[in-house]
């Protein structure tokens, strides 16, 4: 039996055909996302269909259908309940009805970074652990916990996945989501044109060259020596160090896996971030371990599967 996972994101939606926790197969679309979910859905319908006909799976062998969204979800009543500039025609879809009519099988959807952490844990880099933050840099900020070998989700679904809107800087700049100096305004792909347009110590000749630069560009640059680059790269750095023992203070993990794009420069990152929370995370009790995310972009899918199983 396989389930059909689909992760939304901002940029790539990602669709995985799972079993027992492995994508057997996966297909990508752009996300068109200023187009809203509801105009999306032919084309999802379309590559699900199209995966399954590849992989000869027929609906009688789907145990569900489950999706990973960027926002707040009520998983209970399969139901967006807030977004934030991202498929904001989501909270009036019937989705579950959409899947039904289609596929005739259960569906379940959460946030996608609390599903990137049950994958994590599930199949991956927390495997074994009790107790987990983990954080996906991207185009946002995601976070998902779990605490005593459970899911954190509070009585209104959002507790521990809303680190990139945790406040590092009260006097900063307007977030997304409304409110003042949030982690993503300081550190994130969706304000990077922003950051450098505004920084105070970049050069107008830097700020025009990089000004559709992303943080693979960035991350490029500084290994080349670049000094402008490497003193944006090492204030993100800062930035998610920071954020992180903001999250051990709050959450009490004893390891915390890093995932998203930004993990594909690891060898730079995880290192920055591990002496930072060696240095000053209070935790009188030992040394929190910092990971990086084994399933990629693949965690959500998984952490799908485990859902649909339960």
């Known amino acids: 039996m396989y389930t059909v996972a689909i992760d939304l994101g901002g940029t790539i939606i990602k669709i995985g055909l799972v079993n027992a926790g492995e994508v057997t197969a996966s297909v990508q679309l752009d996300s068109k996302l200023s187009n809203g979910l509801v105009a999306n859905?032919?084309?999802?319908?379309?590559?699900?269909?199209?995966?399954?006909?590849?992989?000869?799976?027929?609906?009688?062998?789907?145990d569900g259908v489950g999706l990973a969204f960027p926002g707040l979800v009520n998983p209970k009543e399969c139901r967006v309940l807030s977004t934030n500039q991202k498929y904001d025609d989501a909270r009036d879809f019937d989705l579950r009805g959409w899947v039904k009519a289609q596929w005739g099988v259960p569906f379940y959807i959460d946030n996608d970074a609390r599903l990137a952490v049950v994958g994590e844990w599930y199949r991956g880099a927390a495997r074994g652990w009790d107790n987990v933050v983990m954080v996906t840099i991207g185009t946002g900020i995601g976070t998902g916990v779990i605490l005593d070998g459970k899911v954190l989700y509070g009585p209104h679904f959002q507790a521990g996945s809303l680190g990139g809107h945790f406040v590092l800087d009260y006097r900063g700049r307007t977030c997304s989501c409304g409110n003042i100096g949030c982690i993503e305004t300081l550190a994130s792909s969706f304000f990077l044109p922003t950051i450098i347009r505004e920084h105070p110590c970049l050069t107008e000749a830097f700020k025009q060259e990089a000004a559709g630069y992303d943080f693979k560009?960035?991350?490029?640059?500084?290994?080349?020596?670049?000094?402008?680059?490497?003193?944006?790269?090492?204030?993100?750095?800062?930035?998610?160090?920071?954020?992180?023992?903001t999250y051990i203070h709050a959450y009490d993990p004893e390891i915390v896996v890093i995932g998203g794009g930004i993990a594909k420069s690891g060898d730079i990152v995880f290192p920055h971030i591990q002496k930072k929370v060696?240095?000053?995370?209070?935790?009188?009790?030992?040394k929190v371990r910092i990971a990086g995310a084994i399933l990629g972009d693949r965690a959500a899918l998984a952490g799908l599967d485990y859902f649909l199983h339960l």
């Open 41 to 62: 859905l032919p084309r999802i319908q379309n590559a699900i269909h199209d995966l399954l006909s590849q992989q000869g799976v027929v609906p009688s062998q789907l």
């Open 217 to 245: 560009e960035i991350f490029a640059l500084s290994r080349q020596g670049h000094r402008e680059a490497t003193l944006l790269r090492d204030e993100c750095l800062d930035v998610w160090a920071a954020a992180v023992i």
């Open 278 to 286: 060696n240095d000053l995370a209070w935790c009188p009790w030992g």
